[in-house]
């Protein structure tokens, strides 16, 4: 399974955008990114996910370097409730056996 | 239902004993996964099933936990002789085939004291 890297944890500005690193240097050709965020206690929620095209939807962008060995969350205008352990996970094979890992703890700030 | 169900909510047991855990998946989901979240941990996974086939079996801790699913639909996960090490809280998703987002259930929290 390729693996992913995220930063433990990042502080942004309510109202602000926040951009959330996911580095994947070992992502094969077929393999989607996918993004999810887990707020305290509740089961992990599906934000975005995409091949090797820049992704929008309502929650969020997603942008794919080129070589789609990195790629960014986006959230444009962070809110508290934004407040939350975002997961980056590369899908191989069967179904989502890759490990989430520790992902990125985003605080939100006023 | 709306959305994956799973139930207890929370469970308490006595170390040494047996639980089950129940997933009820979104209906026409093919595809159901369980997984386990320790305290502040990333998730783990422990099985997949495809229909009531589990093609994957390879994150199950140890021969003290098992799982099926039938008519393609609910699945039970089951801890036999619970130790305290399986306390966690063990999550069930579902998608409708492999290649698409996965929509996860609440989870049940598991305590063995």
């Known amino acids: 399974d390729a693996k992913t890297t995220q930063p433990t944890s990042m502080d942004c500005a309510e109202g602000r955008a926040a951009n959330l690193p996911c580095n994947h240097s070992?992502?094969?050709?077929?393999?989607?990114v996918y993004w999810y965020r887990q707020i305290h206690s509740q089961g992990p929620q599906y934000i975005i996910h995409g091949l090797k095209n820049n992704e929008t939807n309502e929650m969020a962008s997603l942008i794919i370097t080129e070589d789609r060995k990195s790629s960014t969350l986006i959230l444009p205008h962070a809110t508290l409730r934004d407040t939350a352990v975002y997961y980056c996970i590369v899908r191989v094979g069967y179904g989502f056996k890759t490990i989430f890992g520790a992902g990125t703890r985003l605080f939100v700030k006023a | 239902g709306a959305g994956v169900s799973q139930s207890p909510s929370n469970k308490v047991t006595e170390k040494g004993k047996d639980v089950e855990l129940r997933c009820d998946p979104i209906?026409?989901?093919?595809?159901l996964y369980w997984y386990r979240q320790r305290l502040g941990q990333g998730l783990e996974f422990l099985i997949y099933f495809q229909g009531n086939s589990a093609p994957d079996k390879s994150g199950l801790p140890s021969d003290r936990f098992s799982a099926e699913r039938t008519g393609e639909s609910v699945s039970t996960l089951t801890i036999q002789r619970t130790q305290q090490e399986d306390s966690a809280v063990y999550l069930c998703a579902s998608s409708t085939q492999e290649n698409t987002e996965a929509f996860f259930g609440q989870g049940t929290r598991l305590t063995v004291v």
């Open positions: 209906s026409g989901h093919t595809a």
């Open positions: 070992t992502i094969s050709g077929n393999e989607y």
